[in-house]
């Protein structure tokens, strides 16, 4: 009688069928660096309430908040180290490792340095542990232009002009040149079994021009001459007329005729001639733009895309290059391009923040 009354008690609860568990609060979403900063220019630049950011980003206040608090206090939006288990390494020798990295020295020799000094063994693979966790890498160190201080406050103050402009309008250009046989700097290799690959000391290169837009594209155009301002003028002459532009399925109808065209300062580009000959294809629909400022023009962007798929195609000639650039520029989804132009309010707050310097762009 006892046995049949525990069975009875124990019976599970029959399952409801088509009925889903209960799968908990949603998981928060993970804000990128450049969403965060376009947090702070809507806060300081655009002035807008924490509920219109929120509402305008689809995040919660709470988020808004609590970024914009680390922002007044630290002047970052960067997450903030946590705690963990504890390490055998101190943080004096932790910040020692940061130290001697950023004097460009490499993980084996600062772990050789940190042994001797602490008369502990300290392995490479601890110091790239801490090296990664303060969000440093080993990569190629790249060529970039100094700033002069005049530049410097030019950006800044159109930084500052431009931060409710709208960039959806814009027509972005520049030029880029690509190597035949060009190919990846990286890739893991075993220690002792070094991955070696042959290279041309001067191989042949192809310049690029294009343009690029919310909307809308042109073509490529293709050049191996050194570029002169009455080359410059041929091609717009044949990559700026409407019928010879490409526009988006969701092109609003009032915009071809009326995007804004912007170029950099390159002296062919900015020659009383080509102003001229501007003047009279766009009218007043040029856009200034700062001088060294790379940055603040997604072109860049959409070069580095390019960029990477010449070079795990490894073409060998200029025919091969010329019809794997135009594949890709051809096949370049119109929310790739969309990307670099959403992030253009964050690179000017970034640049407002570090007053005119370089941004990470």
């Known amino acids: 009688m006892e046995k049949r009354l525990l069975q009875q008690q124990f019976v599970p609860a029959p399952r409801l069928v088509g009925v889903e568990p209960n ?23 655009e002035h807008l309430s924490i509920r219109r950011i929120a509402q305008k980003m689809q995040i919660s206040k709470t988020t808004v908040a609590q970024l914009l608090k680390k922002f007044q206090q630290t002047g970052l939006v960067s997450d903030l180290a946590r705690t963990g288990r504890k390490r055998k390494i101190s943080e004096q020798e932790e910040n020692k490792i940061v ?36 969000n440093l890498r080993w990569l190629v ?3 970039v232009e100094a700033l002069s ?12 002009e431009m931060n ?12 880029k040149s690509f190597f035949v046989g060009s190919f990846e700097t990286h890739c893991w290799q075993e ?7 042959s290279f041309t000391r001067h191989p042949p290169k192809l310049h690029v021009w294009a343009a690029a837009g919310y909307y809308m594209k042109s073509k490529l155009f293709f050049f191996t001459e050194n570029l002169t301002s009455d080359l410059y003028q041929r091609i717009l002459r044949q990559r700026l007329p409407e019928d010879h532009l490409i526009y988006a399925p969701d092109c609003p109808p009032s915009l071809p005729a009326k995007w804004v065209f912007m170029q950099d300062n390159d002296p062919k580009h900015k020659s009383n001639d ?42 060998k000639s200029i025919d091969a290059l010329k019809r794997k650039l135009k594949k890709e ?3 370049l989804s119109w929310d790739e391009i969309r990307k670099s132009v959403d992030s253009m309010p964050a690179r000017l707050a970034e640049c407002v923040q570090l007053q005119g310097a370089r941004t990470h762009y």
């Open 23 to 45: 799968p908990g609060p949603p998981k928060s979403k993970r804000l990128s660096e450049e969403e965060r900063w376009r947090v702070v220019h809507y806060s300081t630049l």
């Open 99 to 134: 130290k001697k990295a950023k004097k460009e020295k490499p993980a084996s020799e600062i772990a050789r340095e940190l042994s001797q000094e602490s008369k502990n063994e300290v392995s490479v693979d601890t110091v790239r542990r801490i090296l990664h966790k303060h």
């Open 141 to 143: 160190k790249q060529k």
């Open 149 to 160: 201080e005049v530049n410097k406050a030019k950006r800044l103050d159109y930084a500052l």
């Open 164 to 175: 409710k402009f709208n960039w959806k309008r814009v027509l972005f250009s520049d030029e």
């Open 191 to 197: 220690i002792g079994k070094r991955v070696t690959r």
């Open 274 to 315: 080509t102003m001229n000959f501007l003047q009279k294809r766009v009218g007043d629909r040029i856009l200034h733009h700062p001088s060294q400022s790379p940055d603040l023009n997604i072109l860049e962007d959409l070069w580095s895309y390019l960029d990477r798929k010449v070079k795990a195609s490894h073409v």
């Open 329 to 331: 520029w051809d096949l």
